[in-house]
C-alpha cells in the first residue's frame, strides 16, 4: 500500500475517533484532578429559566440570612468597639468618625443612639477602643487624633446614661487597647517631633495616672511595626505570633518572636484613614501613614484553633501616584495557619466599599456572637462631603456561637 493510502486511511479513521478527555455517548465522561471540583471548574452551570445564555448562580448563593446592615452614616467612619461600657449587661455598638463618636444599642433591628461626642474642627479622630482605664469597673471609650499641627491629641471618654465626658484630653500619645479577653491592656506610642515619620520610640504598655499617660515598658515588636497595625497571639497549633500589615506594602507578616516567618503576596487592610508627620507640611500628603484596619486572631469556628481575620479591600485611583488612593470595594478574610503559611478559610461576599474596622461580639445581645465591621462607602471629598458609611454584621454559628463576650473580642 502506498504511503499516500496509508496517509487517507489514518485521516478517515481520525474522524470518528473521539477526541481525548470527551466521553463518547452513552459512556460517562473521564474522571478529572480533585482540585478542579474544589475551584468549582467541575461544577454545573445551569441556564436560567429566563434564556438559556444566562447561567444561573446556584440557589444558595442567592439566600439572604444570616445578615445585618445599617442605615447609611452620613459620615467618614474610622474605627468601632462593641462592649458593655454601663454594666447593665448589655453590650453597646461605639463608633467613631472624623469628627464624631457615638454610642448606640441595637434594638428592633436598628441602632439606637444613646449619645454623642463632637469634637473641635481643627480635630481629626483616628481609632476608638474601650477600656477600663481608671479601674473603677467601668470601661472608657478611648480615642486616638490629631489636631491641625498633627500633633497627637488623644483623649478619654466616660458614658453615664445620655452622656459622653471628657475624662481626659489632649494626650500626647497615641493609644490602642490591644490583646484579647483578659489580656488586653492599654498601649501607647508617641509621635515624632519633627521630619517626615509619625511614630517615634516602640509601642509601650501604658495607664493613666491623675491626667497623664505613664509608661510602663516596651510591648517587644518587631522592627516596623507600631501601634496600629498588629495583633498578636497563637495561631492555628503553633505558638504565640504577632501578624502586622506595614504600610506601605500592605502584605501580612507574620512573626515568631522578632522574626519574620512569612508574608503575603498580596495587599491587605488599607483604608483612608491616616496620621500624618507633626508639623510636617506636604501638598500631596505623601508622608500620611496609613492606617490598616483592625486585625483579629480569634477561634471563630469554634475548633480549638484559633484564625486570623482581615480585611481585603480593592484598590482604587491611580496606584502608581502616591499622593492618590482610594478603594471600590472590600471583603472580610479569614485564615488558618497551617504548615508555615496562611491558607484561606472564608471570605465574605464582596461590600461596596473599604472594611476600616472589624470586631467579634455579641452585639444584638442574644447570645451569638457576629462578626461586624465599619465600612466606608464613600470618602471625604473637600469641603462638599464628609463622606458616607455604614455598619454590616455576619451572625456565627456554630460551636463559637455560646461564647458570646461581653466586653467585645478585641
Not at 478517515?12 to 470527551?22: I, M, R, Y
Not at 471540583?37 to 444561573?56: C, E, T
Not at 500619645?173 to 517631633?193: C, E
Not at 455576619?394 to 473580642?409: E, R, V
Request: proline residues 5%; neutral net charge.
Amino acid at each position: 500500500m502506498s504511503v499516500s493510502r496509508l496517509f487517507l486511511l489514518f485521516l478517515g479513521l481520525s474522524l470518528f475517533v473521539p477526541v481525548s478527555g470527551q466521553a463518547q455517548e452513552g459512556q460517562a465522561a473521564p474522571s478529572r484532578h480533585p482540585s478542579y471540583n474544589l475551584i468549582g471548574r467541575d461544577a454545573p452551570s445551569p441556564s436560567s429559566p429566563l434564556n438559556p445564555n444566562f447561567v444561573a448562580s446556584e440557589e444558595s448563593h442567592l439566600r439572604e440570612g444570616g445578615f445585618w446592615r445599617s442605615a447609611y452614616i452620613n459620615e467618614n467612619l474610622v474605627g468601632l468597639a462593641v462592649a458593655d461600657i454601663d454594666r447593665d449587661g448589655q453590650n453597646e455598638v461605639v463608633y467613631a468618625s472624623e469628627k464624631n463618636v457615638w454610642v448606640t444599642r441595637y434594638s428592633g433591628n436598628t441602632l439606637t443612639q444613646l449619645a454623642k461626642y463632637s469634637v473641635p474642627a481643627t480635630q481629626r479622630i483616628a481609632s476608638v477602643d474601650v477600656f477600663d482605664v481608671d479601674g473603677d469597673g467601668r470601661l472608657e471609650i478611648i480615642c486616638s487624633a490629631q489636631d491641625e499641627n498633627n500633633a497627637p491629641i488623644s483623649f478619654i471618654l466616660k458614658f453615664d446614661a445620655s452622656t459622653l465626658t471628657p475624662l481626659v484630653q489632649r494626650l500626647p500619645w497615641y493609644l490602642r487597647v490591644v490583646g484579647q479577653g483578659d489580656s488586653r491592656f492599654l498601649a501607647g506610642q508617641k509621635a515624632a517631633s519633627g521630619g517626615a515619620q509619625v511614630f517615634t520610640g516602640g509601642v509601650q504598655r501604658v495607664s493613666l495616672k491623675g491626667s497623664s499617660i505613664v509608661g510602663q515598658g516596651a510591648v517587644g515588636l518587631p522592627e516596623h511595626v507600631n501601634l496600629f497595625n498588629f495583633v498578636q497571639g497563637r495561631l492555628g497549633s503553633g505558638g504565640a505570633m504577632t501578624a502586622a500589615i506595614r504600610f506601605p506594602s500592605e502584605h501580612i507578616f507574620l512573626y515568631e518572636n522578632k522574626t519574620r516567618a512569612w508574608e503575603s503576596r498580596e495587599e491587605y487592610g488599607g483604608t483612608m484613614t491616616y496620621l500624618a508627620p507633626q508639623n510636617y507640611r506636604d501638598a500631596g500628603d505623601r508622608r500620611r501613614e496609613y492606617l490598616p484596619a483592625r486585625l483579629l486572631i480569634t477561634d471563630i469556628d469554634g475548633d480549638g484553633q484559633n484564625e486570623l481575620i482581615v480585611a481585603k479591600n480593592d484598590r482604587g485611583g491611580v496606584p502608581f501616584m502616591s499622593n492618590q488612593r482610594g478603594f471600590t470595594s472590600g471583603v472580610i478574610q479569614a485564615f488558618k495557619y497551617q504548615n508555615l503559611s496562611l491558607t484561606p478559610f472564608f471570605r465574605t461576599r464582596t461590600l461596596p466599599g473599604a472594611v476600616v474596622d472589624l470586631q467579634l461580639a455579641d452585639f444584638k445581645n442574644n447570645g451569638t456572637l457576629s462578626l461586624m465591621a465599619a465600612v466606608l462607602t464613600q470618602p471625604k471629598s473637600g469641603m462638599m462631603s464628609e463622606g458616607l458609611s455604614l455598619l454590616v454584621a455576619y451572625d456565627i454559628s456554630g460551636p463559637a456561637a455560646g461564647a458570646a463576650p461581653k466586653s467585645g473580642s478585641q
